[in-house]
């Protein structure tokens, strides 16, 4: 897919959607919402059109291996908070750090070309609602490794 790909009317409700909330939704959250305006689009258009935007560089993708990834209309390089209780993802507004990138590339012998940093806990609501954090399955401990 090419990083210039045209900005259709389609694709910019799309955007336009995803960037009217900071819930950083799911794309059924956003299929919904487009299909208030469209009614005939297609959820896969909606993945299509997603996915077009993060090549595009208009979104990003959060993937917490959950099978529902996640979408932010803030391309900007920011960190993330995500609760162990209820899913919720928020904006952490922390300034992004460049100096790790560098440390992480005197590190490495491979291009770092930058770092996504989460952090993970309970929010305050679940905490006011005794809400127990579940742990998610990328949590879980990889299986040990067959000994040879």
């Not at 009614?39 to 959060?62: D, K, Q, W």
């Not at 291009?111 to 609602?129: I, N």
Request: net charge neutral; with cysteine.
């Amino acid at each position: 897919m090419s990083k210039f790909q045209r900005m259709t009317e389609q694709r910019r409700l799309i955007l336009q959607v995803l960037r009217s909330t900071t819930s950083h939704p799911t794309a059924d959250w956003v299929y919904e919402r487009v299909r208030e305006r469209l009614p005939n689009v297609s959820l896969g258009t909606i993945y299509r059109n997603l996915r077009a935007l993060v090549v595009m560089g208009e979104a990003l993708e959060l993937n917490y291996g959950s099978g529902h990834d996640r979408f932010d209309g803030n391309p900007k390089p920011h960190y993330h908070f995500r609760c162990d209780a209820c899913g919720k993802v928020y904006d952490i507004p922390l300034p992004y750090d460049v100096q790790l990138d560098a440390a992480a590339s005197k590190l490495f012998s491979g291009t770092v070309r930058g770092h996504r940093l989460e952090f993970y806990g309970t929010c305050s609501e679940c905490e006011a609602a005794g809400i127990e954090p579940r742990l998610p399955e990328q949590y879980t401990p990889p299986p040990e490794p067959d000994r040879v």
